[in-house]
Structures are given as C-alpha cells and as structure tokens.
C-alpha cells in the first residue's frame, strides 16, 4: 500500500456483508466488486443500559481479488478487509455534487466457521491499486 512522505492510509474491518457482492467490469476489463459490510458497536449510556449501533462501510475491490470476493462471499458472510479509504466526487442524476467515501480493499480474509461460507477461497490475496480511469462511475 502506498504512502506519502509521514502518513498512512490504512483501514482495517472485520464485519459481515450486508447484501451479495456485486460484480462488474470496468471499459478497460478489469473487473470491480461493491458491497457493504456491517461493523458494530456496542457499550453502556449514562444510565447503563446496553446500545448497540451498527456502522456500514462501503467496500470496492478490484481485479483478481474482486473476483473471488464476487465468487466466494455470499450476505451475511462474515470477512476481514484490509485496504485504504478514498473519497470521490460525483453528479447525481440532478446535477448535483455529492462525496462519497468507500474502502478500496486491497487484502481478504474469509473469517468464520466452515459453516458461514459454502466453499473455501484462497486466504489472503493483495491487488495494485486502482487506476482512476478504470472506475466504473
């Protein structure tokens, strides 16, 4: 993963897929996966009664390793991913300029027992970064 001179950019989570992946191909063929993932929390308030809060990240993941995720990780699979964030700009279909910040996944794991996934995909894969004209939207 790259690094400017004194900063990082690294993002770890360990949660489980809210929906199935979806799978598609960039103009340049290279192929792009998107799909959330849920990551919670849980503590006590002032009046010490439990809170749980969920979070969902937006996670894309590119070339071989957004094929096996495509392949092998179903809703509900619980996963670690390993990437960095960025943050991109776009027009809705009114014209208007919005932001949004996702998880670019450069390293998998599946996580779970033997039960949570119907078949075994390769445990760690790392993939280059994505080149900007390769994004599908």
Do not use: C
């Amino acid at each position: 993963m790259g690094t400017g001179r004194g900063t990082v950019n690294k993002v770890i989570l360990i949660g489980r897929l809210g929906g199935d992946p979806e799978l598609s191909y960039a103009p340049s063929g290279r192929a792009v996966v998107k799909f959330s993932l849920a990551t919670n929390e849980t503590w006590k308030d002032k009046d010490g009664n439990k809170v749980d809060k969920t979070f969902w990240h937006r996670i894309v993941g590119w070339g071989k390793l957004a094929e096996i995720m495509g392949e092998y990780l179903k809703k509900g699979s619980l996963v670690y991913i390993e990437g960095k964030l960025q943050t991109r700009d776009y027009e809705d279909s009114n014209g208007v300029k919005k932001w949004i910040t996702e998880v670019v996944a450069t390293d998998m794991t599946m996580l779970g027992s033997k039960g949570d996934n119907s078949q075994s995909a390769p445990a760690n894969v790392d993939v280059p970064d994505a080149q900007e004209d390769d994004l599908p939207f």
